[in-house]
Protein backbone atom coordinates (compact mmCIF):
# COMPACT_ATOMS: atom_id res chain seq x y z
CA UNK A 1 0.00 0.00 0.00
CA UNK A 2 1.48 2.91 -1.11
CA UNK A 3 1.56 6.53 1.07
CA UNK A 4 -0.95 8.09 -1.39
CA UNK A 5 -3.25 5.55 -0.25
CA UNK A 6 -2.64 5.25 3.42
CA UNK A 7 -2.88 9.05 3.79
CA UNK A 8 -6.28 8.96 1.89
CA UNK A 9 -7.48 6.05 3.95
CA UNK A 10 -6.32 8.40 7.23
CA UNK A 11 -8.02 11.20 6.13
CA UNK A 12 -11.08 9.34 5.78
CA UNK A 13 -11.34 7.88 8.95
CA UNK A 14 -10.26 10.75 11.02
CA UNK A 15 -12.99 12.72 9.25
CA UNK A 16 -15.45 10.13 10.18
CA UNK A 17 -14.28 10.15 13.81
CA UNK A 18 -14.82 14.12 13.91
CA UNK A 19 -18.69 13.57 12.61
CA UNK A 20 -19.12 10.95 15.72
CA UNK A 21 -17.03 13.20 18.20
CA UNK A 22 -18.96 16.48 16.87
CA UNK A 23 -22.36 14.87 17.58
CA UNK A 24 -21.61 13.48 20.45
CA UNK A 25 -20.47 16.83 21.71
CA UNK A 26 -23.77 18.36 20.31
CA UNK A 27 -25.70 15.88 22.50
CA UNK A 28 -23.79 15.86 25.56
CA UNK A 29 -24.44 20.02 26.16
CA UNK A 30 -26.69 21.18 28.77
CA UNK A 31 -28.03 24.27 30.09
CA UNK A 32 -25.78 23.59 33.55
CA UNK A 33 -22.32 23.14 31.49
CA UNK A 34 -20.43 26.19 32.47
CA UNK A 35 -18.20 26.30 30.05
CA UNK A 36 -17.83 25.29 26.49
CA UNK A 37 -16.22 22.22 24.99
CA UNK A 38 -13.45 23.23 21.88
CA UNK A 39 -13.74 21.08 19.45
CA UNK A 40 -10.74 20.88 16.75
CA UNK A 41 -12.90 21.11 13.67
CA UNK A 42 -9.73 20.56 10.93
CA UNK A 43 -7.64 17.19 12.68
CA UNK A 44 -7.02 15.57 9.44
CA UNK A 45 -4.37 18.22 8.23
CA UNK A 46 -0.90 16.16 8.18
CA UNK A 47 1.63 18.33 10.43
CA UNK A 48 5.47 17.74 9.39
CA UNK A 49 7.60 16.08 12.23
CA UNK A 50 10.98 17.25 12.97
CA UNK A 51 13.10 15.10 15.52
CA UNK A 52 15.59 17.60 17.45
CA UNK A 53 18.65 16.03 18.70
CA UNK A 54 20.48 17.28 22.14
CA UNK A 55 21.23 21.08 21.06
CA UNK A 56 22.13 24.47 22.58
CA UNK A 57 20.86 27.85 21.95
CA UNK A 58 23.59 30.26 23.53
CA UNK A 59 23.48 34.14 24.53
CA UNK A 60 25.85 36.32 23.29
CA UNK A 61 28.21 36.29 26.37
CA UNK A 62 28.16 32.53 26.30
CA UNK A 63 29.34 32.45 23.02
CA UNK A 64 32.08 35.20 23.42
CA UNK A 65 33.76 33.00 26.26
CA UNK A 66 33.61 29.82 24.66
CA UNK A 67 34.67 30.85 21.16
CA UNK A 68 36.03 34.00 21.45
CA UNK A 69 34.90 37.84 21.63
CA UNK A 70 32.51 38.56 19.09
CA UNK A 71 32.34 35.34 17.40
CA UNK A 72 30.40 34.60 14.56
CA UNK A 73 28.20 31.61 14.23
CA UNK A 74 29.01 29.36 11.14
CA UNK A 75 25.70 28.56 9.16
CA UNK A 76 25.57 25.27 7.27
CA UNK A 77 21.42 24.34 7.26
CA UNK A 78 19.07 26.90 7.64
CA UNK A 79 15.89 24.84 9.60
CA UNK A 80 11.40 25.16 9.23
CA UNK A 81 10.89 28.20 11.06
CA UNK A 82 12.08 31.19 10.12
CA UNK A 83 15.78 32.78 11.49
CA UNK A 84 16.62 29.32 12.75
CA UNK A 85 19.62 27.40 11.85
CA UNK A 86 22.07 24.63 11.87
CA UNK A 87 25.47 25.62 12.63
CA UNK A 88 28.53 24.35 12.19
CA UNK A 89 30.31 25.00 16.09
CA UNK A 90 29.42 22.33 18.79
CA UNK A 91 30.63 21.92 22.49
CA UNK A 92 31.12 19.79 24.62
CA UNK A 93 28.69 19.44 27.84
CA UNK A 94 30.24 17.97 31.18
CA UNK A 95 27.75 16.64 33.92
CA UNK A 96 27.84 16.62 37.65
CA UNK A 97 29.79 13.54 37.67
CA UNK A 98 32.24 14.18 35.06
CA UNK A 99 30.21 12.42 32.37
CA UNK A 100 30.41 14.34 29.05
CA UNK A 101 28.80 14.24 25.59
CA UNK A 102 30.62 15.57 22.92
CA UNK A 103 29.92 17.37 19.43
CA UNK A 104 26.63 18.91 21.14
CA UNK A 105 25.06 21.30 18.29
CA UNK A 106 24.80 24.85 18.45
CA UNK A 107 21.34 26.14 16.88
CA UNK A 108 21.19 30.06 15.97
CA UNK A 109 20.48 32.47 16.24
CA UNK A 110 21.89 33.69 19.44
CA UNK A 111 19.32 33.95 22.58
CA UNK A 112 18.81 36.42 25.47
CA UNK A 113 19.91 33.53 27.77
CA UNK A 114 21.44 30.04 27.18
CA UNK A 115 19.34 27.21 27.01
CA UNK A 116 20.48 23.33 26.40
CA UNK A 117 18.10 21.05 25.09
CA UNK A 118 18.57 17.12 25.84
CA UNK A 119 16.40 13.78 25.39
CA UNK A 120 15.74 11.98 29.04
CA UNK A 121 18.42 9.12 28.20
CA UNK A 122 20.73 11.92 27.67
CA UNK A 123 20.08 13.57 31.24
CA UNK A 124 21.02 9.95 32.73
CA UNK A 125 23.85 9.81 30.79
CA UNK A 126 24.98 13.83 31.89
CA UNK A 127 24.23 12.11 36.05
CA UNK A 128 21.33 15.09 36.14
CA UNK A 129 17.54 14.60 36.87
CA UNK A 130 15.31 15.56 33.32
CA UNK A 131 12.94 18.60 33.72
CA UNK A 132 9.98 18.73 30.93
CA UNK A 133 9.35 22.30 30.04
CA UNK A 134 8.66 24.63 27.26
CA UNK A 135 11.07 27.03 25.63
CA UNK A 136 12.51 29.53 27.75
CA UNK A 137 11.16 28.38 31.22
CA UNK A 138 14.37 27.28 32.88
CA UNK A 139 14.01 28.67 36.03
CA UNK A 140 15.01 25.83 38.84
CA UNK A 141 16.46 23.32 35.90
CA UNK A 142 19.69 21.50 36.18
CA UNK A 143 23.12 23.16 35.55
CA UNK A 144 25.70 21.50 33.49
CA UNK A 145 29.38 22.87 32.49
CA UNK A 146 30.17 23.71 28.81
CA UNK A 147 33.60 23.33 27.44
CA UNK A 148 34.26 25.23 23.72
CA UNK A 149 37.41 25.58 21.70
CA UNK A 150 38.77 28.91 23.66
CA UNK A 151 36.94 28.57 26.91
CA UNK A 152 34.48 27.18 29.74
CA UNK A 153 31.27 28.03 31.44
CA UNK A 154 29.82 26.48 34.76
CA UNK A 155 25.51 27.08 34.05
CA UNK A 156 23.99 26.61 37.39
CA UNK A 157 20.73 26.06 35.02
CA UNK A 158 19.45 25.88 32.00
CA UNK A 159 19.15 22.31 30.68
CA UNK A 160 15.83 20.80 29.74
CA UNK A 161 14.07 17.97 27.72
CA UNK A 162 11.62 20.54 25.78
CA UNK A 163 7.74 19.70 25.45
CA UNK A 164 6.24 18.10 22.99
CA UNK A 165 4.75 21.04 20.78
CA UNK A 166 3.61 22.15 17.46
CA UNK A 167 4.54 25.28 15.61
CA UNK A 168 2.44 27.37 13.68
CA UNK A 169 0.85 30.32 12.60
CA UNK A 170 -2.40 32.11 13.09
CA UNK A 171 -3.62 30.82 9.53
CA UNK A 172 -2.95 27.17 10.63
CA UNK A 173 -4.06 27.85 14.55
CA UNK A 174 -7.37 29.32 12.35
CA UNK A 175 -7.84 26.16 10.49
CA UNK A 176 -7.14 23.93 13.07
CA UNK A 177 -9.63 25.18 15.80
CA UNK A 178 -6.33 25.80 18.30
CA UNK A 179 -5.16 29.07 20.14
CA UNK A 180 -1.44 29.80 21.17
CA UNK A 181 -0.77 27.44 24.53
CA UNK A 182 -3.72 25.38 24.25
CA UNK A 183 -2.49 21.90 24.46
CA UNK A 184 -4.46 18.74 22.36
CA UNK A 185 -3.67 15.34 22.01
CA UNK A 186 -2.05 13.78 18.30
CA UNK A 187 -1.78 11.10 16.59
CA UNK A 188 1.42 9.77 14.87
CA UNK A 189 1.50 8.04 11.97
CA UNK A 190 4.75 6.01 11.35
CA UNK A 191 5.90 2.46 11.94
CA UNK A 192 4.58 2.47 15.42
CA UNK A 193 1.64 4.58 15.23
CA UNK A 194 1.37 6.37 18.80
CA UNK A 195 -0.73 8.96 20.82
CA UNK A 196 0.90 11.75 22.43
CA UNK A 197 -0.99 14.16 24.99
CA UNK A 198 -0.03 17.38 26.40
CA UNK A 199 1.31 18.79 23.17
CA UNK A 200 1.58 22.72 23.18
CA UNK A 201 0.44 24.66 20.62
CA UNK A 202 2.79 27.52 19.58
CA UNK A 203 1.33 30.47 17.51
CA UNK A 204 3.60 32.73 16.07
CA UNK A 205 3.48 35.05 12.97
CA UNK A 206 5.23 33.38 10.26
CA UNK A 207 6.33 30.24 11.80
CA UNK A 208 6.16 27.17 9.42
CA UNK A 209 3.64 24.45 11.28
CA UNK A 210 5.79 21.67 12.77
CA UNK A 211 5.83 19.48 15.28
CA UNK A 212 9.01 18.96 17.14
CA UNK A 213 9.67 15.32 19.31
CA UNK A 214 13.10 14.83 20.91
CA UNK A 215 15.51 11.54 19.76
CA UNK A 216 13.62 9.34 22.83
CA UNK A 217 10.30 9.94 21.17
CA UNK A 218 11.41 9.31 17.57
CA UNK A 219 13.00 6.37 18.64
CA UNK A 220 9.67 5.24 20.26
CA UNK A 221 7.15 5.34 17.43
CA UNK A 222 9.92 4.25 14.83
CA UNK A 223 9.90 7.65 13.32
CA UNK A 224 11.33 7.85 9.58
CA UNK A 225 10.90 10.61 6.46
CA UNK A 226 7.43 9.03 5.48
CA UNK A 227 6.31 9.94 9.47
CA UNK A 228 3.55 12.64 10.05
CA UNK A 229 1.27 13.64 12.74
CA UNK A 230 -2.15 14.96 12.74
CA UNK A 231 -4.17 16.60 15.76
CA UNK A 232 -6.67 13.82 17.39
CA UNK A 233 -10.46 15.13 16.93
CA UNK A 234 -11.76 15.96 20.19
CA UNK A 235 -11.27 18.07 22.80
CA UNK A 236 -8.78 21.21 23.18
CA UNK A 237 -7.21 21.85 26.73
CA UNK A 238 -6.67 25.56 27.76
CA UNK A 239 -3.68 25.31 29.34
CA UNK A 240 -1.58 26.31 31.95
CA UNK A 241 1.70 27.24 29.79
CA UNK A 242 2.50 30.73 30.31
CA UNK A 243 4.25 33.19 27.29
Not at 141 to 156: A, D
Not at 171 to 188: C, F, K, T, W, Y
Not at 224 to 241: A, L, M, P, R, T
Request: proline fraction near 5%.
Amino acid sequence: MNDQLIRKITEQVLAELHQTSFQQHEQGNTAEEVQPTTVINSGSIPIPIGVSARHIHLCREDLDVLFGPDYQLTKIKELPQPGEFVAKEVVTLVGPRLRALEGVRILGDLRPVTQIEVSRTDAYALGITPVVRKSGDIKNSPGITLIGPVGSIRLEEGVIVANRHIHMNPRDAQALGVSHNDEVDVRILSAKPTIFGRVQIRVQENANLYMHIDLDDANSVGYDENSFVEIVNGEVSKCCWQG
